[in-house]
């Protein structure tokens, strides 16, 4: 559970010849270009320690890539900004874009783009046009710490010579192209909660401000395969959230999908590349709602559905002729697997599997749950039961904290969640308020809670598990991951009777401390983060921060922390340790001085869970003994 995936997306060519991979080789990211017909392999690996974050084709013989540097097991890595470029065959590779571009703008008639300190972002291939692609250029020295004023850019994918199209019309934006290679749609959320739509006709001369989404928080997602329509978030029918199709022509929105509860994930592909055929959602576990049932995409959707039953199945990238597509199987006991589907001859192949080790069968499943908390706001969350044992009462339970906190879990496959409910333990996740998926006032919601309601939400999920029987209330633990850190330590201080014990992963402890170290307050944005989510009342946060409530503290306590983590420095993990230790409270002490936010190396996730595990079971598993109090306890580290 501690291995890497062996490959983590998978796109076929615009015509069917090759696959594209982003794998894991040696810890790294690499991009596999593969040739369907041979299986002949070409591996693109990065520069130094960067890995591959995103790649797109642009061409049925040109594929696109983004790179990113690490910043720990718990954070995506990156993005440096810098956009490549290959064949398909692993031939010709350039660097389209980048501060470590090499070459100069030349004296000829054909000047070229030298190296140039920004970020660019894939827009979209332009279908027609197999040698250019659009890119959104933010550039740094003209941002200071503000969110970047981006421009849209035709760009060429064998040298990156780029022509300007258009200047977003605000700060932050994101673009939408039609399938013509036009830019139509800017849009981005302010500080404030406010969202702007910018609408830019073709033929027209400027931006048009679009009051009504903006109003509604409505966003543009896509056009469809003839830029007839376009879809957009919007709200529900009957409240909630929608999904949306608007006509240029008559200006008008029509619902096309609406759920009370929760937002879409996303639009679901169809047979072809350019084509949507539904909306994917996650109400407890995953949805999908079709447009029209009747048509053959939807058709083909429902066998492979049939013949995956119980397992989250999607289209994850097809032909432009619609002939073959990578299918993406995965549920919450697999990560994965990748098929080839000829829907010609209605034949389905096994391409790729993620994590080819793991065996389904064996690993636990996740049963969604909902309750109100204290408050009266409604909850969502997922009992995980060791396998065999789904219908098990008054187990040893381990509350499992999000990070983020604007995240959410899922009914996906989650290693540390298997670790756990596979050596029997039930494991407990719950959506607190804050969390994302259910709207901007529920995300809203956890402003300057840290610590108070959204503390208050994962106490009313445990006490919600131990009413229904479901955990033994002396024999419970609470752990998370940067965010969850915090939560496992205040939980801990917050309700000393709850827990037995508390691991804290690369968390945080002191809340003043976010405001001056970290790379969170380095940016005006992160510096509106801080005090959106934590206020600016010092004394508040010295009340709800871990280090200063140990006097409460009866749990056992475990500290996880990175030497080299840039989100949540080490000198959080330290400060507790070390008041700890002042207090000869007995705590296990786990610093690996070469890991960053969140543990990368698999040898080291390895001992680690191996530590977990250890831990989880001194403490509530079979034989365990009740926890010293701090008055009694010795002062050790591991």
């Not at 002191?510 to 959106?532: I, P």
């Amino acid at each position: 559970m501690a291995r890497h995936a062996e490959y983590k997306d998978v796109k076929i060519s615009p015509d069917g010849e090759y696959l594209a991979a982003t794998a894991v080789v040696k810890g790294h990211t690499v991009l596999a270009l593969i040739h369907l017909s041979d299986k002949k392999v070409s591996v693109i690996r990065p520069r130094e320690d960067d890995d591959v974050t995103d790649f797109w084709w642009a061409s049925p013989k040109r594929v696109i890539y983004a790179i990113g540097t690490r910043l720990g097991g718990y954070d995506s890595p990156m993005a440096t900004g810098e956009l490549f470029a290959v064949n398909a065959d692993g031939n010709s590779p350039n660097m389209l874009y980048g501060y470590r571009k090499p070459g100069m703008t030349t004296g000829t008639l054909v000047g070229h783009t030298g190296a140039e300190r920004g970020n660019a972002e894939f827009i979209a291939a332009i279908p027609g046009d197999p040698e250019h692609i659009l890119v959104s250029v933010s550039l740094w020295d003209t941002t200071g710490y503000e969110l970047s004023l981006p421009s849209a850019y035709r760009m060429d994918v064998r040298t990156g010579d780029k022509i300007k199209i258009i200047t977003a019309p605000m700060r932050g934006a994101e673009f939408v192209a039609d399938h013509h290679g036009k830019i139509r749609f800017a849009f981005s959320p302010a500080n404030d909660g406010s969202l702007k739509v910018y609408l830019h006709p073709v033929g027209g001369d400027g931006w048009q401000l679009m009051p009504g989404p903006g109003e509604t928080r409505s966003r543009p997602i896509s056009f469809n395969h003839d830029d007839s329509l376009v879809y957009f978030t919007c709200p529900g029918t009957a409240g909630g959230f929608g999904i949306c199709s608007w006509d240029p022509a008559k200006q008008s929105m029509t619902p096309l999908w609406s759920n009370p509860k929760v937002e879409a994930d996303g639009l679901m592909q169809g047979l072809t590349d350019d084509e949507f055929i539904g909306v994917t959602y996650t109400d407890g576990r995953p949805g999908t709602a079709l447009f029209d049932s009747t048509s053959a995409d939807a058709k083909a959707l429902v066998m492979l559905m049939k013949q995956f039953a119980g397992e989250r199945v999607d289209f994850a990238s097809s032909t432009r002729d619609g002939r073959l597509s990578v299918v993406l199987v995965e549920a919450d006991a697999d990560p994965g697997a990748f098929y080839l589907f000829d829907h010609t001859a209605n034949k389905l192949t096994v391409l790729l599997s993620r994590a080819p080790w793991i065996n389904p069968e064996k690993m636990a499943r996740k049963q969604p749950f909902e309750f109100a908390a204290r408050d009266g706001l409604k909850l969502q969350g997922y009992v995980t039961f060791p396998p065999g044992q789904e219908n098990a009462k008054h187990l040893p339970m381990v509350v499992f904290v999000h990070g983020g906190p604007n995240a959410r879990d899922s009914w996906n496959y989650d290693p540390e969640v298997q670790a756990m409910a596979t050596r029997g333990y039930a494991v407990l996740q719950v959506n607190f308020r804050g969390s994302t998926g259910r709207g901007y006032a529920f995300k809203s919601a956890s402003s300057r809670e840290w610590g108070g309601k959204m503390q208050d939400d994962v106490t009313d999920a445990t006490h919600w598990a131990i009413a229904q029987d479901i955990a033994n209330p002396q024999r419970i633990c609470i752990f998370g991951a940067s965010y969850g850190g915090y939560a496992a330590l205040e939980g801990a201080v917050k309700e000393p009777d709850l827990y037995k014990c508390a691991i804290g992963y690369v968390g945080v402890y002191d809340l003043r401390m976010m405001y001056h170290e970290g790379d969170t307050h380095q940016s005006v944005y992160g510096e509106d983060f801080l005090k959106r989510e934590l206020g600016e009342d010092m004394t508040v946060l010295t009340a709800r921060s871990p280090v200063n409530q140990l006097d409460s503290l009866k749990a056992r306590v475990m500290l996880v922390v990175g030497g080299k983590d840039e989100r949540v420095p080490p000198m959080q993990g330290m400060s507790l340790h070390q008041a700890l230790l002042n207090r000869h409270i007995a705590h296990e002490w786990v610093l690996k001085p070469g890991e960053m936010h969140g543990f990368y190396d698999e040898a080291n996730r390895t001992e680690l869970y191996t530590d977990l595990l250890q831990f989880i079971g001194t403490n509530i598993g079979p034989g365990a003994t009740a926890p010293e109090t701090a008055a009694t306890s010795t002062a050790s580290t591991h």
